[in-house]
């Protein structure tokens, strides 16, 4: 039984929720186990033909995802925290056609003992921007709210 | 998607007094001085915001010299607000998916596992 909720915190981030009727070491090795982590990364009929996953501080991310048309989109990372089976701490960019990184985006997870299931909390938010806006954004962290997703949503219905 | 966009429009985003400059101008135009009052800022200070939201295409700015009415431009928005959708998708589903995949393995387990059967 899964429940979930996404909503963004004070700080900015996108924060999404998952309570998993799983213990929490068979999720955390769900999330590291590279055979493990290609069964679900994605969308609904995506697969993985390539998921590289050096699980440590520095260690690479690297996951080729497949669509349902064909199309492969890359993404590459790094690890920044391994904490078993408790935390992990992840950068990732998505790639552009020519393979530049486009943006990236700091994510957290963090798994909690609830009551024999586990409670996952992911906090993503945006941190690193291409060259071109780099001088732009000195100084600045990106991030975004629900009110702003909202606002966006009705001028995109305007 | 344009990354240069989208992260510009990041980070015109990412301060709160330009949100809500926007939030008010999605209700209609509006003059520097009619955007300053809700805040304790100099007018300066807020035509420092709305050349950041000029700058990432957020607003346009009428011609005339001391009536410059802001506007909302809708584009930029919705580039973000597509990509907030399409992170929304991918996490969720693949979260869907991640249910699936640890209900299936914990049923194996169960099937398999009264022998202590630990396999390779």
């Known amino acids: 039984m899964a429940t979930g909720s996404i909503m963004a915190n004070e700080e900015q981030e996108l924060v999404l929720t998952r309570v998993f009727d799983a213990p929490r070491e068979l999720v955390f090795k769900a999330w590291t186990d590279p055979k493990q982590v290609a069964q679900w990364w994605g969308p609904h009929r995506f697969t993985n033909p390539v998921c590289d996953l050096d699980v440590r501080p520095g260690g690479a991310i690297r996951i080729h995802m497949r669509g349902p048309d064909g199309t492969v989109y890359p993404m590459t990372g790094v690890y920044n925290e391994v904490v078993e089976p408790e935390r992990l701490v992840f950068t990732s960019a998505a790639l552009d056609a020519d393979g530049n990184p486009m943006f990236e985006v700091l994510t957290t997870v963090t798994f909690a003992e609830q009551n024999g299931k586990t409670k996952q909390t992911m906090r993503a938010r945006v941190i690193k921007t291409t060259t071109h806006a780099a001088p732009y954004l000195k100084g600045m962290e990106a991030g975004w709210t629900q009110s702003l997703e909202r606002l966006a949503e009705s001028l995109a219905k305007a | ?120």
């Open chain 2, 1 to 120: 998607m344009t990354p240069d966009h989208l992260t510009t429009t990041f980070a015109a985003l990412s301060d709160p007094t330009r949100r809500a400059i926007l939030a008010r101008l999605v209700t209609g135009q509006a003059t520097v001085t009619e955007l300053a009052a809700p805040f304790a800022m100099s007018l300066p200070a807020v035509s420092r915001h709305l050349k950041v939201l000029e700058h990432a295409g957020l607003i346009t700015r009428g011609r005339e010299a001391q009536w410059r009415p802001c506007r909302i431009k809708a584009g930029p928005l919705k580039e973000v607000a597509d990509w907030v959708a399409h992170y929304r998708r991918f996490w969720t589903e693949s979260f869907d998916r991640l249910d699936d995949y640890l209900r299936d393995v914990q049923k194996k387990e169960k099937n398999h596992g009264h022998r202590k059967h630990h396999g390779k």
